[in-house]
C-alpha cells in the first residue's frame, strides 16, 4: 500500500505592501492507496496550494510531505519516481493539453520519460488507455480542438495514467464540463480507482460531487481545516457552521445525479 503523508503543513506567502498572507495553517492528511479523500471548500480557501505543493509546483513554508515515510526528495531521479507515483488531473482540460500535438503525443511522451513499456510496445499502450477512460482509439490521431470537453479530460485521466501511478491529484475535474457529462467522468474516475486501486485526492468546491464520489471528507476554510469524516456523515450532520452554508448553497446531489442518470439512460 502506498501512503502519502501531508503533515502540519503551513504555507505563507509575503505580499509586497500587504505583509505575510496564509494560505495554510498546520493541515494535515493522509491518502492511502484505494481510498478517495474530497477536499471541499470556497475559492480562496487553500485547495489548489496543496495541489501545488503535492506536485512540487511549491515547497511548504512549515511541515512536510511523506511518501511511504520518506520524505520527498527535490532533485533526481528519487524526485523522478515520486512524480511518476503522484500524478495530477488538472482543471480545465482547455488548457492543460497543447493544442499543437495530437492525442498520440501526449499519451506517448510521459511513456517514452518513463520507460514505462518498451519502445516497440508505446502505439499498443496508447490504444489501451484511450480504451481505458472510454474513447475511441481513432481519436489518436486528432488534436485537442477536434475533441469535446469531456473527452478531452478523459485524454487528461489517461495521460495522467500513463505514468502507472499510485495516488491521483484530481483539481476540480468536472468543474469546468457541462453538468450533463460530469457524471459520467466522476464514474469514470471512481471505476479506475477500483481498478488499480489508487488513491485519489478530490479537490472541489461541490460537497454534492463529494458525496457521491468520496470516502472521506476534508473542509477547508481560509487555510484551516474545519472539519473531517466520513461523507455521508460530514453532508447529513455536519458539525461545522462553515459546512452548513457550503451544503445549503449546494445542488441536492441526489435531485442532481439522478437528473443525470436520467438523460444518460435517455441517450
Do not use: C
Given at each position: ?109 510521459p511513456l517514452r520519460l518513463d520507460h514505462v513499456v ?7 499502450e496508447v490504444t489501451r488507455l484511450l480504451d481505458r ?61 477500483r481498478e488499480s486501486n489508487l488513491g485519489v485526492l ?66
Amino acid at each position: 500500500m502506498t501512503t502519502l503523508e501531508f503533515s502540519h503543513v503551513s504555507r505563507v506567502y509575503r505580499v509586497r505592501g500587504a505583509g505575510a498572507l496564509r494560505a495554510l495553517a498546520d493541515v494535515s492528511f493522509t491518502l492511502e492507496s484505494g481510498r478517495t479523500i474530497a477536499l471541499v471548500g470556497q475559492s480562496g480557501s487553500g485547495k489548489s496550494t496543496i495541489a501545488k505543493i503535492l506536485t512540487q509546483l511549491e515547497a511548504p513554508s512549515s511541515g512536510e510531505i511523506l511518501l511511504d515515510g520518506h520524505p520527498i526528495p527535490h532533485r533526481g531521479r528519487a524526485l523522478r519516481r515520486y512524480r511518476q507515483t503522484v500524478r495530477m488531473v488538472f482543471q480545465d482540460p482547455f488548457a492543460s493539453l497543447n493544442p499543437y500535438h495530437t492525442v498520440r503525443h501526449h499519451l506517448e511522451r510521459p511513456l517514452r520519460l518513463d520507460h514505462v513499456v518498451p519502445r516497440r510496445e508505446i502505439d499498443a499502450e496508447v490504444t489501451r488507455l484511450l480504451d481505458r477512460v472510454r474513447l475511441d482509439p481513432v481519436l489518436a490521431d486528432r488534436n485537442p480542438h477536434e475533441l469535446s470537453g469531456g473527452q478531452r479530460q478523459r485524454v487528461a485521466i489517461a495521460r495522467a495514467l500513463a505514468s502507472r501511478p499510485k495516488l491521483l491529484i484530481a483539481d476540480e475535474p468536472v468543474s469546468m464540463l457541462d453538468v450533463s457529462i460530469r457524471l459520467g467522468v466522476l464514474n469514470l474516475l471512481a471505476e479506475l480507482q477500483r481498478e488499480s486501486n489508487l488513491g485519489v485526492l478530490y479537490i472541489t468546491h461541490d460537497l454534492a460531487t463529494a458525496r457521491h464520489f468520496s470516502d472521506e471528507i476534508m473542509v477547508l476554510n481560509r487555510g484551516v481545516v474545519v472539519e473531517r469524516g466520513p461523507a455521508d456523515r460530514v453532508i447529513l450532520e455536519p458539525e461545522h457552521e462553515y459546512t452548513r452554508r457550503l451544503r445549503d448553497a449546494s445542488p441536492n446531489p441526489d435531485l442532481l445525479f439522478g437528473a443525470t442518470r436520467a438523460e444518460e439512460a435517455g441517450r
